[in-house]
């Protein structure tokens, strides 16, 4: 079974521009979790969409939204870009909303 | 709020060193209690998941326990290949019931 998809892997952006990162999901899970990770902070928690409806969100700025289609594909969008937002972006699945998620390999944005 | 704290921050180990990491945690009620191995720029790959307390599992030379107040990470005999950083997560019953990381244990296993 493929793994968990994400693209664009790598992405440059400069300040104040916006992007959106996409998710595909293991075939057959509906719950799709988003991840910040930065050095010094870790392992975010951004927002977790199940079933196209979105089941929690973490405390982020507004700047941060995102989605999830009917075939449970996800995308992430950012605003008004800033130096801070530089991060891996992780997104995870799995097949209930509180099963045990599976990462995919990151999105690696850099803010110049 | 939950809470994670895991120990080390870093520990380096000789090849065959046998050595325990930690995580201690808070939370209103343990839905479940998570490990993760990541190296660097990948994402998190899946090990185990622990419910209750006294559970056990295994996976090679890695096996997890869990407490009432923490889980330990044993690595026995470790190769080089294992060196990676190593992160807990917990989900609570209650609440939002999102998943809540600790910030790692980075392991280095010299040859």
């Known amino acids: 079974k493929a793994g968990v998809t994400q693209t664009p892997r790598y992405l440059i952006k400069t300040r104040g521009q916006q992007v959106t990162l996409s998710c595909s999901p293991i075939s057959g899970h509906r719950s799709v979790s988003w991840y910040q990770q930065t050095p010094g902070q870790g392992l975010q928690f951004l927002f977790e969409?199940?079933?196209?409806?979105?089941?929690n969100k973490g405390n982020f700025p507004g700047r941060f939204s995102g989605r999830q289609f009917s075939n449970s594909r996800s995308e992430m969008n950012v605003s008004t870009l800033e130096l801070g937002d530089s991060a891996l972006y992780l997104c995870?699945?799995?097949?209930?909303?509180?099963?045990?998620?599976?990462f995919g390999p990151g999105t690696r944005l850099t803010v110049l | 709020e939950d809470q994670v704290t895991q120990s080390p921050e870093a520990l380096r180990l000789q090849e065959g060193e046998s050595s325990s990491l930690n995580c201690s945690y808070t939370v209103s009620g343990l839905r479940g209690l998570f490990w993760y191995r990541q190296d660097p720029g990948k994402g998190p790959e899946f090990l185990f998941t622990?419910?209750?307390a006294g559970e056990e599992k295994e996976k090679e030379r890695l096996k997890a326990t869990l407490t009432k107040k923490e889980s330990f990470l044993h690595i026995t005999a470790p190769k080089p290949e294992d060196s990676a950083t190593y992160l807990c997560a917990v989900r609570s019953n209650f609440g939002n019931e999102k998943l809540t990381f600790g910030t790692g244990t980075r392991l280095t296993i010299i040859p």
């Open positions: 622990l419910y209750s």
């Open positions: 969409y199940f079933s196209e409806t979105q089941r």
């Open positions: 995870a699945s799995s097949p209930g909303a509180t099963d045990t998620q599976y």
